[in-house]
């Protein structure tokens, strides 16, 4: 035996597919499910294939959802007149954790990256556009991440909807709660002093 | 959405019962396959699946394997003479990484432990009695790690066995080569001076 059983080769193979799951531990994972009874493994196989399949992407908005609409867009107490725009569902699922935010939201699943070839027709701007043609929408938030990629897309939507008349804001960048001045990086503090406002 | 996206839920809450992976990790794998092509997530779900039905025990041995016999106990050219007993078919893969032992192996499946009330019934120590009836076997080694339910089931199966006839080994304990003696707790100190060697 100086090569693994098969099987649970063939396990750890497509475990160590998952992200932050190195060779080591997708072999620890596949000699645990080894010796984990054998509907115990149906039930998690079929929970990541049913799983899979009852994600649908929401109408409206293009979060992740079980049914036609998500459960931001379903909901009818939500303001319709505010659209905070967002790279991808993660990102609502974080937003929604503030239980802050009570408008609705759009996800662009991507962001513009002209070096991995990601242009504007591979995100969902095109949808954005269309969801503003009614007038309801009187502010986006750009709320993409503040790096490169997520700037150059704020930038590149603003420039599109700012003609409709439509306010168009960015979220705050600063120093994080809780965090240091001392360790906090040069650019960040420099956005900090920028966004300054009184007291 | 207060509450996350039903199937996502479903699968994160599946995949936070594997050791190693927690509730936020879960729910990250869960994100990321609901992001992944679903032909995928069904080669995933189906290689856990198939895998853990393809997957039996050596009936000689109790190692996995995928045919009637493992890679080990199917090879003539191993020694037929000596026996390793570990606990579980992880330990086989340890000792074969080793490229250094030419015997065959016992799998016991457990380890003896009254206080989980796993007693010598519950672990596959009969199957190894009944190995040693043909009297081929003239050695075997007790490989059980070197805790306290590792030492009782070696001393408990030292006992069944010498009677037969048969000698009756434990691996050594000692400083493990690259550690520092600084380092080293005092229990395996005093095994290493214990079972010092003439250089």
């Known amino acids: 035996m100086r090569q693994q059983v098969e099987p649970?080769?063939?396990?750890?193979?497509?475990?160590?597919?998952?992200?932050?799951?190195?060779?080591?531990?997708?072999?620890?994972?596949?000699?645990?499910?080894?010796?984990?009874p054998i509907d115990q493994v149906r039930a998690l196989a079929k929970a990541l294939e049913k799983?899979?399949?009852?994600?649908?992407?929401?109408?409206?908005?293009?979060?992740?959802?079980?049914?036609?609409?998500?459960?931001?867009c379903a909901d009818y107490k939500?303001?319709?007149?505010?659209?905070?725009?967002?790279?991808d569902p993660r990102d609502v699922a974080a937003m929604e954790r503030m239980h802050d935010y009570h408008g609705l939201y759009h996800v662009l699943h991507g962001i513009l990256s002209p070096m991995d070839g990601i242009g504007p027709s591979?995100?969902?701007?095109?949808?954005l556009m269309r969801r503003l043609e009614s007038g309801t929408v009187k502010e986006?938030?750009?709320?993409?991440?503040?790096?490169?990629?997520?700037?150059?897309?704020?930038?590149?939507i603003a420039r599109l909807v700012k003609p409709l008349g439509v306010r168009v804001t960015r979220i705050a960048h600063g120093v994080p709660v809780g965090s240091d001045l001392e360790?906090?990086?040069?650019?960040?503090?420099?956005?900090?002093?920028?966004?300054?406002r009184e007291i």
Not at 51 to 72: F, M, S, W
Not at 82 to 87: A, G, H, Q, S, T
Not at 122 to 127: F, L, Q, T
Not at 184 to 195: P, Q
């Open 8 to 36: 649970i080769q063939r396990m750890a193979d497509e475990l160590a597919k998952l992200p932050g799951i190195g060779r080591k531990s997708a072999q620890r994972l596949a000699y645990h499910l080894a010796a984990t």
């Open 51 to 72: 799983g899979r399949e009852d994600i649908k992407l929401c109408t409206q908005c293009g979060n992740y959802t079980a049914d036609e609409r998500c459960a931001v």
């Open 78 to 87: 939500r303001r319709q007149d505010i659209l905070c725009v967002v790279r």
């Open 122 to 127: 591979d995100i969902r701007i095109s949808e």
């Open 140 to 156: 986006i938030i750009l709320a993409t991440n503040p790096d490169i990629e997520g700037e150059a897309t704020a930038s590149y």
């Open 183 to 196: 360790y906090t990086d040069e650019v960040t503090l420099s956005k900090a002093m920028e966004g300054r």
